[in-house]
């Protein structure tokens, strides 16, 4: 078979791998692919039959990986599509063997940071190239253009620019792709992106779980979606505010099937990342946090089961005064509440998802660029959303922005929204209805604006009476220790 005619070549077939082949095929490129199991190999190979007619590139299977290796041109090029973690090594392991000074190895898996720069030195010192590359999108994203975000040398960079620029989406200002930055960066800005993902969609589902709520009847329940097509043509503007709408429209029999969905949700670890890393670094990251527990108490389905006839909330009387104290009757108006209350959040979410990001970048020494970081993701990936763009334009300002609650613009939307996410928070509390997302936003946005915080004066003196830990004073310079009983 062929040899030393390929541009690049990918391992791992499974969903984003085999679309990501796929796609590359179609831009133009001399794709080989291999997978473990031959199998995937095949499938591949009979969907690329399928949909080559309008490719300008091609593609080729391979069954060893030897003779794969062999059809790239130099310097080599390989995509590595498997699970992450060990699966990653002994891909490497199988590989790095064929490989010479000069190739690169991109892993395109949700990796661990630590694992790529791991990685990263040890195949410096045979001279072989390494990145670790976020891509986002899911399976649409990968076939017809995905974000992506490789990290690593800028040697790696600029070999695969030009293939990476064209397989990315597409958006008014250029490919959703730019050289995140050294070392696992890539990897890195994927996991907060994905953390980022978790809160918006907590976000979006609190607002839902409200709109469902105070539905008194089917009428307002198939005219939900509505809703949410509004907001998709203002700032709320969203691939998640769309497929929501496109959700609440499917049917099945009589009522939504989105009714009949289980209540749990998983994860697979890079929302975990994300409070793991944010907690390591101190930065106060609550809304991610609060919308991966979430997902952690929606699993304890029989214990909600056991407790929702116990545990008392709001009755029937005090229910409909509450409703109608907040004008929630008027199903116009407690959207636009609901509107405003989502925008005010999500100002709140990016801003501690980007500080995590500006956080790492000044530990790591990475010099990332939060502007261009919100330019990748207005297209291609799941987050993406006219709302990035002002973050973009938030940083163009402002380089070196501390946090997006600084930014004139942000601070604007935020004095225009925050009595509607305090009215919507203080609403669906008193209705029982669950918002740690929205809430923790509020308090976040509420925390900043403390001048002093009290809270934290008692925990200083507490510190200090209980463990001697001392207390500095806002009045004057030291360190002091006082007997407090
Ligand atoms: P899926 O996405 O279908 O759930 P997965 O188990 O996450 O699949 O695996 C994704 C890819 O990683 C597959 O291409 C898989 O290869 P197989 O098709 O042979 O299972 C690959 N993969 C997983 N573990 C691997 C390993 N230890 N070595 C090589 N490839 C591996």
Not at 33 to 52: A, H, M
Not at 409 to 434: E, M, T, W, Y
């Amino acid at each position: 078979s062929s040899v030393d005619v390929a541009d690049i070549g990918l391992i791992g077939l499974a969903v984003m791998g085999q679309n990501l082949a796929l796609n590359m095929a179609e831009k133009g490129f001399r794709v080989s692919v291999y997978n473990r199991t031959s199998s995937k190999t095949q499938d591949t190979l009979q969907r690329y039959q399928q949909e080559q007619s309008h490719f300008f590139g091609q593609l080729e299977g391979f069954y060893s990986i030897e003779s794969f290796v062999r059809s790239l041109k130099r310097p080599r090029k390989v995509v590595i599509m498997v699970k992450a973690g060990s699966p990653v090594d002994s891909t490497i392991t199988s590989l790095e063997k064929y490989l010479e000074p000069g190739d690169l190895i991109i892993d395109g898996g949700n990796e661990w940071y630590e694992n790529t720069q791991r990685r990263s030195e040890a195949l410096a010192s045979k001279g072989i190239l390494y990145m670790g590359m976020g891509v986002s999108g899911g399976e649409e994203g990968a076939r017809h253009g995905p974000s992506l975000m490789p990290g690593g040398p800028l040697e790696a960079w600029n070999l695969m620019k030009d293939i990476l620029s064209k397989i990315a989406a597409q958006v008014d200002d250029g490919p959703c792709v730019t050289y995140i930055g050294p070392g696992g960066s890539g990897n890195y800005v994927k996991m907060v992106h994905n953390g980022i993902e978790y809160a918006d969609m907590q976000l979006i589902g609190e607002v839902y779980d409200i709109l469902r709520n105070l539905s008194s009847n089917n009428t307002d329940n198939d005219k939900l979606y509505e809703i949410f097509e509004r907001w998709n043509r203002g700032d709320l503007q969203s691939f998640l505010i769309e497929i929501t709408s496109h959700i609440l429209k499917v049917k099945d029999k009589d009522t939504l099937l989105i009714d009949k969905v289980l209540d749990q949700s998983g994860s697979k670890g890079t929302g975990m990342w994300t409070i793991q890393e944010a907690a390591k670094r101190g930065i106060p990251v609550s809304t991610i946090s609060a919308a991966l527990d979430a997902r952690y108490l929606s699993s304890f389905k029989d214990l909600r089961v056991v407790l929702c006839n116990r545990l008392q909330g709001t009755g029937h009387t005090e229910r409909n005064t509450v409703v109608s104290s907040y004008g929630w009757n008027d199903r116009e108006f407690l959207a636009s509440e609901l509107e405003k209350a989502l925008y005010a959040a999500k100002i709140c979410c990016y801003a501690q998802g980007m500080a995590l990001i500006q956080k790492a970048s000044y530990d790591e020494e990475w010099k990332l660029d939060c502007g261009e970081i919100a330019r990748i993701w207005k297209g291609g990936c799941i987050i993406r959303a006219k709302f990035l763009d002002r973050i973009k334009e938030a940083y163009k300002r402002q380089p070196n922005l501390r946090s997006l609650l600084e930014d004139e613009h942000f601070i604007a939307d935020l004095n225009k929204c925050q009595l509607s996410l305090r009215r919507v928070v203080s609403g669906a509390s008193l209705l029982g209805i669950p918002v740690p997302a929205l809430a923790s936003a509020l308090s976040y946005y509420d925390s900043f604006r403390q001048e002093i915080l009290s809270s934290s004066q008692l925990i200083q003196a507490q510190r200090d009476y209980f463990g001697a830990h001392t207390y500095k004073r806002l009045d004057k310079e030291g360190v002091f220790h006082s007997k407090w009983l």
